[in-house]
């Protein structure tokens, strides 16, 4: 059998090669997000960056714990506590100290002034001494007014220098004395110790010189400082995780691109070894008319299907080496990925890779080779002339069952979990059944569409019409066979665009319904806090309504087995925010919003109003509140509230403005705007506000998700080619047939092409009807959820990939064609004979 399977590989070279592309491609896709998702597992190891000359370093703890029956469990707190200055001073008195404060500081032009290539921090210049700072030029603050700044590359900022900084009590001139190099992790503003506790009270943390048990022991237990010492100076660095919550992002995108491309791969390729085999119907049935056995007939095809997909499988591997460091170096150059990103040394995902792609092969053989051998031979003669049995029962009810899961699930869905359809890992993996279910059907669905949509066509004036639309209704398998990119193509690009544009216009829309505000002003980046100094000028003017508020976070403790910690936001006054916003108050009010209570929404476990609720505050406290008020879920934004008291070691990060009904909006608005620029602010109006916000389009996660489309949709494109060269090598014979009819030749290859372009219509109507179950889904579940907002429609993504998918069918089936036909039709009509 392998010496006769080699032989017929050999002669069907044509079939084979597409076989072996179609599954060479596949495992390289498999294979290079694989080994780029392997990549996001490990981050890379620093050292302690800030403070590496420091010999302990003591600060809030930043980490709760919980003991629970499954062990012990932690979360991250938003606010760590401060040090309090009473232990500052106990501190002292075991060795020398420095304390440490950080806020927020801007400087007009920093990046081209300074070199700055993040947001400018403050600290004071006494804990230089522990970090890696050392001056290259000037002195050291000494007086008010006078600060050393980090220069980074291309600084143009030297000692002398007077610059206009923004510091939480409002902007005013300083005076630059000495520059610091660049240390990378963060850009820097050094005061004198007097003045930055003047700016910024709270102390961060306190460096200490002195043996560890000793400020241990000054510290005692139950203290809520923690103590770090060798690695764990990491701790006070800034942001140390950042490394690691930069790879969850990129995990979870790459995780995505991986299911998406091995389910786009192994389906193409499932479907281009059933097709190669069905195209030697005539062929199998000439050998078990020789005398061969079903047995002999089923190990000749697997025999073929294991040579090409072994010398398949390893080349896909090869390319999918090679391709998988030049996959993330493009996603760090686009930022979609950290700047340090790169492909680690490990190997498992070209085993998966290679072992997938040989079993999808043989799988794809299995059904086709089964029939081939249980068929006897006239019959199978017979079926290699006109499909008269393209689908088997069997295959009809594992298409209709996986179908009708695929729509139970989405039911199930809109009736229990609304909300979970919102979610990226159900809104990608949802139209991939529907998908599947609609892909095994084509058989059954490809040949009343394919007359339906060709009855125009086929009545107009000329016999090409009518012979496309014959001719794709006739070759049920062959029709399928290249409908099936494109329905891929066209459901995964309409379903993923489309579910993505429309939650973000729910979003806008949700975030327009909320906000009574006339102008929101937020800070420039996460973590940090707008200029008191702002705040006083906005409360300054006459005749607005000005809502404070602070980013930070409530954990609870669900069940007494897992650590929930939700965002939340704590408000100044819940009288200015019920004047700002409209929040979706399903129970409650939020009148009742004081330092005892809490603004819970509908995921919380308890939802009760006026029930109390044990929780975590940010900077660690336990608290007990009273559920003042419920909201609706909406789209996962309606959060928690809270009060500003219980958010003690967040700043304001927003403003919200109203201007009243006697004021003018003209004066307000110049005032606003005038104390926004004096402290390096941006205000926006509302609807400026939202759309900045809120954007339709953009945003590394859309990046992501058009990464993974384009790769996706580029090796669908080329197995659409493939696969439509390997149907035209194969009709050659039919071709000829009508050029000794009396068709020119260009008569026949308009026929190819219109043919070509009907199919692909074909699939593109079964991939558009399973992107509208998804879409109207997605819709549905927004109405329960209670958001009005529009379903939008990728018409632009779905024109592009319909004309690109057109336009490539008709190259890729007219050129072989072309081809074919320079040798005369007689010739061409015995080369089968």
Not at 564 to 574: D, I, K, L, P, Q
Request: aromatic residues 4%.
């Amino acid at each position: 059998m392998l010496s006769l399977a080699l032989r017929g590989m050999r002669a069907r070279w044509v079939t084979f090669a597409g076989s072996f592309v179609a599954l060479a491609l596949g495992v390289a896709l498999v294979a290079a997000t694989g080994l780029a998702l392997a990549a996001t597992s490990d981050a890379p190891q620093r050292g302690t960056e800030r403070f590496a000359r420091a010999r302990v370093v003591v600060q809030g703890t930043d980490e709760l714990k919980a003991d629970t029956p499954n062990g012990v469990r932690t979360s991250a707190l938003t606010d760590p506590r401060a040090v309090p200055a009473e232990l500052v001073r106990k501190l002292a008195g075991v060795g020398a100290v420095a304390a440490d404060r950080t806020f927020p500081v801007a400087v007009a032009q920093a990046g081209r002034r300074l070199g700055a290539r993040s947001a400018l921090v403050g600290h004071p210049w006494a804990v230089a001494a522990a970090t890696p700072y050392r001056l290259t030029a000037g002195r050291a603050p000494a007086a008010p007014g006078e600060v050393v700044v980090t220069a980074g590359p291309g600084a143009r900022v030297r000692a002398g220098d007077r610059i206009e900084v923004v510091t939480p009590e409002g902007p005013g001139s300083r005076t630059v004395v000495g520059t610091v190099p660049a240390a990378g992790f963060e850009s820097a503003v050094f005061f004198t110790a007097a003045e930055a506790a003047r700016l910024a009270p709270r102390v961060d943390r306190v460096t200490v010189d002195a043996d560890p048990a000793a400020v241990r022991a000054v510290l005692g237990t139950g203290s809520g400082m923690a103590v770090l010492t060798g690695a764990d100076r990491r701790r006070a660095d800034p942001d140390p995780d950042r490394d690691k919550e930069a790879l969850v992002s990129v995990n979870a995108l790459l995780g995505t691109a991986a299911g998406i491309t091995a389910f786009v791969s192994l389906s193409v390729v499932a479907s281009t070894f059933t097709f190669a085999v069905a195209q030697r119907r005539r062929e199998l049935g000439l050998l078990r008319m020789a005398g061969a056995t079903p047995g002999q007939v089923r190990r000749m095809v697997y025999a073929e299907a294991l040579v090409v997909g072994v010398l398949a499988a390893g080349a896909g591997c090869g390319l999918g080496r090679w391709a998988a460091p030049r996959l993330a170096s493009w996603m760090a150059g686009q930022g979609i990925a950290p700047a340090w990103f790169r492909i680690g040394a490990q190997t498992w995902p070209l085993h998966v890779a290679f072992w997938t792609g040989l079993a999808v092969a043989l799988c794809g053989v299995a059904a086709a080779s089964f029939r081939a051998g249980r068929t006897g031979p006239t019959a199978a003669l017979r079926e290699a002339a006109v499909d008269s049995a393209a689908m088997p029962w069997s295959r009809r009810l594992v298409a209709a069952a996986v179908l009708l899961t695929g729509l139970g699930l989405l039911v199930l869905a809109l009736v229990e979990h609304p909300g979970d359809m919102l979610k990226r890992k159900t809104y990608v993996t949802q139209p991939m059944l529907l998908i599947v279910g609609v892909a095994l059907l084509a058989p059954v669905l490809v040949r009343p569409l394919t007359r339906l949509l060709a009855w125009l066509p086929a009545r107009l004036p000329g016999a090409v019409g009518m012979l496309a639309r014959e001719s794709a209704a006739a070759g049920v398998r062959r029709t399928a066979a290249v409908a099936a990119p494109v329905v891929i193509t066209v459901a995964l690009a309409c379903s993923l665009l489309g579910t993505t544009a429309t939650l973000g216009e729910a979003k806008a829309a949700e975030a327009r319904a909320q906000t009574r505000a006339d102008y929101v002003v937020t800070a420039d980046a996460p973590g940090r806090a707008l200029p008191a100094g702002f705040v006083r000028a906005a409360r300054s003017v006459p005749g607005v309504t000005v809502s404070t508020s602070r980013s930070t976070g409530v954990t609870v403790l669900e069940e007494g087995t897992a650590l929930v910690r939700s965002a939340a936001r704590a408000v100044g006054s819940a009288a200015d925010l019920a004047k700002v916003s409209h929040l979706p108050v399903v129970a409650g009010s939020l009148a009742g919003l004081d330092d005892e209570s809490i603004v819970v929404n509908e995921e919380w476990l308890t939802t009760r109003v006026g029930q109390r609720v044990p929780v975590r505050l940010g900077d660690g406290r336990s608290a007990d509140l009273r559920i003042a008020a419920v909201l609706a879920v909406g789209t996962g934004d309606n959060g928690v509230y809270l009060s500003a008291r219980n958010a003690a070691g967040a700043g304001v990060d927003r403003v919200d403005i109203k201007v009243g009904a006697g004021a003018d909006r003209a004066a307000v608005g110049r005032r606003l705007r005038a104390a926004g620029e004096a402290n390096g602010l941006q205000v926006l109006g509302v609807r400026q506000w939202i759309d900045a916000h809120h954007p339709r389009t953009g945003g590394s996660t859309r990046l992501g998700l058009l990464m993974i489309l384009a790769i996706a949709l580029l090796y669908t494109g080329i197995a659409l080619a493939n696969t439509l060269v390997m149907a035209t090598a194969d009709r050659v014979r039919d071709l000829a047939v009508l050029r000794l009819a009396g068709a020119t030749r260009a008569q026949v290859l308009r026929f190819v092409a219109v043919e070509s372009v009907l199919v692909v219509v074909v699939g593109a109507v079964l991939g558009a009807a399973v992107s509208a179950v998804n879409l109207l889904g997605v819709r549905a579940a927004l109405g329960r959820l209670g958001v009005r907002s529009a379903l939008v429609v990728p018409w632009q993504a779905a024109g592009t990939v319909l004309a690109a998918s057109a336009l490539l069918a008709v190259l890729a089936a007219t050129l072989p064609a072309a081809l074919a036909l320079r040798t005369r039709p007689a010739e061409l009509a015995g080369l089968r004979e």
